[in-house]
């Protein structure tokens, strides 16, 4: 019954097609907006959704540096350490070369034999003591954790060999491939070998942006100063407390350093993420402004064309046309508009999709979203001239008689 | 038949009220050619949509072909004027956008007929008129008389039993005039009850009834009486208008 009808009404709309043109041009544009936009949210929803395989949330960093001549450091971070690791709620404290999820890190690369040859193998690494697996809340799935007397003693020139270390799991394929890695042996970029002693499941490092981010080592080393960087990790609910706490003491405990940042985690991992959650909510307000003013644009041509058949849908109405028929005229005649510009948009959006993915190595669009993107514009449309196809079948069938 | 009984309708504006009908009755039977004549003002319109279903009223009754029509819902009200009335308008209304076969074939698709059973309706009203050979131009590239035979084509094609026409030739020289009133003629005496409101005493006087309207009410109700076969003169419908 439906597509009976079309076939007139299709033909009055190309009579005067030039409002519908340009509302299908707008649908068009729509579409592919808002098909690669969400695309593109998704992924950067995606991205700083991934597990860290950190206990993140209740995880905060402390920074100090010393500055006077008669600084310790060795004495000054076993006493920051022994006074963090004392404080109740405190589940662990280590002392560290680096902040995961901060932008900030070292990186080795690794070879598979002594020679240094070929591409290597990169790693992020970060010196802890035999707390770092603790206090990082990552799951230790082989091997074991290091023993108090493997730290190594602080050394700015990293002159000591590396004997055993922990890689993750990704690091581990990177390296061995699918061999269980515990116990084999890599060489450093001097040539040095160091042995696999155990194996994490996840741990995200420094940068949220470099593909490698799972390839992560922990090295058994106490950082050097006169800089230290504590991680502290509390019990779920206390983090804020005890940065509080920490702060208090820290910065009053010993004179010849100064306390420089006590944050939680989290805050270096948004502030990380600032640029992607900028990105999607920046598409995110284009798109919705976009289906807006399409929106508007569907309505204002609906309501256009239904002032100017006043008379015409009065005399429809006069020779028989029901209420229903009327609204289901400008129903159709809708959605013959958006459909036109969804099939044009869905060309763009393939388009665009293509030369987005060709120009920033992105996957390809996925269909999924272009035909929800097409349901939602249909949608868009249908409700956008419900009301004036309502107000449409209101037009009293006299009009027919009494307009001249 | 269709049969109005004491039927009053009032307009109600902030300023004024109009009483377009008062105490209004009046009825037309099967097969009967009604003219309507009156002033400017006197409501001939408004009878006339009160007939055509177009407007209700606010006392007395209105049965149209047996069916009180007071109480109807607006569907049932619109499947009437559907079946039962051809409304034929002094400005044609003929739907700009669709050719003349599209525009007769308006009425027939709010029926939900079969497109063969509309094809061949629309086909025979367009002959009938004289306008056979044009189902495929649009509104726009016709005269208005030849628009007009149009409007009749579409209002005939239901085939209803009612044709109600608001001043046909009101916008027609009085060639094209007669052309109508000469298809009218034809189409009462293929047994539909036709009743025409015209400003013109000429036309009305072909007619087989005349009915004035003063002032909201039947005022002269002049009864049937065979007319003179000389009042006939049929203009051929093929010339010319240039059909
Ligand atoms: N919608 C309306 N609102 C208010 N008053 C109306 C309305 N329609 C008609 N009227 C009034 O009702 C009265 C009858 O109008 P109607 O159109 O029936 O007259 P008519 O006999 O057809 O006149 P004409 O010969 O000029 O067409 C007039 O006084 C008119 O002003
Ligand atoms: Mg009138």
Same mark, same amino acid.
């Given at each position: 019954m439906i597509t009976q009808d079309i076939r007139p009404i299709l033909s009055a709309l190309l009579r005067n097609r030039t409002g519908a043109v340009l509302v299908a041009l707008q649908v068009a544009i729509a579409l592919a907006v808002l098909v690669n936009a969400v695309y593109v949210v998704k992924q950067r929803v995606d991205k700083i959704g991934r597990p860290t395989g950190m206990d993140i949330e209740n995880i905060f960093m402390v920074t100090s540096a010393g500055f006077a001549a008669d600084y310790d450091h060795a004495a000054t971070t076993a006493a920051d350490l022994s006074w963090l690791r004392s404080q109740p709620g405190v589940r662990a404290a280590t002392l560290t070369s680096g902040l995961p999820l901060s932008g900030g890190g070292s990186q080795n690369t690794l070879y =598979?034999? =002594?020679?240094? *040859?070929?591409?290597g193998t990169s790693m992020n690494y970060f010196d802890v003591d035999e707390s770092g697996i603790d206090t990082l809340g990552v799951r230790l799935v082989a091997g074991r954790n290091f023993r108090a007397d493997e730290i190594l003693p602080e050394? =700015?020139?990293? !002159? *000591?060999? %590396?004997?055993g270390f922990i890689v993750t799991r990704t690091l581990a394929k990177a390296l061995?491939?699918?061999?269980?890695? %515990?116990g084999k042996v890599t060489y450093d970029g001097l040539g040095r070998p160091m042995t696999v002693i155990g194996v994490i499941d996840h741990m995200q490092g420094s940068w949220v942006d470099w593909d490698k981010i799972g390839q992560v080592g922990l090295l058994p080393r106490r950082a050097f100063g006169p800089r230290a960087l504590y991680l502290v990790r509390t019990a779920p609910g206390q983090r804020d407390a005890l940065i509080k706490s920490a702060e208090e003491h820290l910065s009053v405990s010993e004179p010849r350093r100064v306390l420089q940042y006590v944050r939680s985690l989290d805050y270096y991992r948004d502030r990380s993420y600032q640029a992607d959650r900028n990105m999607a909510i920046f598409l995110v307000t284009v798109t919705a402004l976009l289906g807006c003013v399409t929106a508007l644009g569907i309505f204002a041509l609906a309501t256009f064309n239904v002032n100017l058949r006043t008379r015409q849908i009065g005399t429809r109405r006069a020779i028989g046309a029901r209420k229903a028929d009327i609204v289901r005229y400008f129903m159709v005649e809708n959605w013959l508009v958006t459909t036109a510009g969804v099939l044009l948009g869905a060309a763009l959006a393939l388009g665009v999709g293509y030369s987005l993915s060709r120009a920033y190595?992105? =996957? !390809?669009?996925?269909l999924y979203y272009l035909v929800g993107g097409v349901v939602a514009l249909w949608a868009t449309g249908q409700v956008a001239a419900w009301q004036p196809s309502r107000r449409a079948a209101k037009i009293s069938p006299s009009v027919a008689t009494r307009t001249v | 038949m269709l049969a109005m009984r004491h039927i009053s309708k009032v307009f109600r504006t902030d300023l004024i009220e109009t009483h377009?009908?008062?105490d209004f009755s009046l009825e037309v039977a099967e097969g009967d050619f009604v003219a309507v004549t009156g002033p400017s003002g006197s409501g001939k319109t408004t009878f006339l949509n009160v007939a055509g279903l177009l407007e209700g009223f606010d006392t007395g009754s209105y049965q149209l072909d047996g069916v009180d029509? +007071?109480?109807? +819902?607006d569907d049932a009200r619109s499947r009437l004027r559907n079946e039962k009335i051809g409304f034929i308008f002094q400005s044609f209304n003929l739907i700009p956008d669709l050719d003349i076969f599209d525009n007769v074939d308006v009425p027939l698709r709010y029926r939900r007929m079969k497109a063969a059973d509309r094809r061949e309706r629309i086909t025979s009203a367009l002959d009938l008129v004289g306008l056979g050979s044009r189902a495929h131009h649009m509104p726009s590239q016709l005269s208005g008389g030849q628009q007009q035979r149009v409007a009749i084509a579409r209002a005939i094609a239901g085939d209803p039993k009612f044709l109600l026409a608001d001043e046909p030739t009101g916008n027609l020289d009085s060639l094209m005039a007669r052309q109508v009133m000469d298809l009218l003629e034809q189409i009462n005496e293929m047994g539909t009850t036709i009743v025409l409101v015209t400003h013109d005493p000429e036309l009305a006087r072909r007619a087989q009834r005349n009915v004035q309207i003063i002032d909201g009410q039947v005022s002269d109700y002049r009864p049937y009486e065979p007319h003179a076969p000389a009042a006939r003169e049929p203009v051929p419908l093929a010339a010319g208008a240039g059909a």
């Open positions: =598979p034999t =002594p020679e240094v *040859k070929g591409e050394d =700015p020139t990293y !002159r *000591k060999p %590396v004997p061995f491939g699918t061999e269980d890695a %515990v190595q992105l =996957p !390809r669009l996925d | 377009a009908l008062r029509t +007071s109480g109807l +819902s």
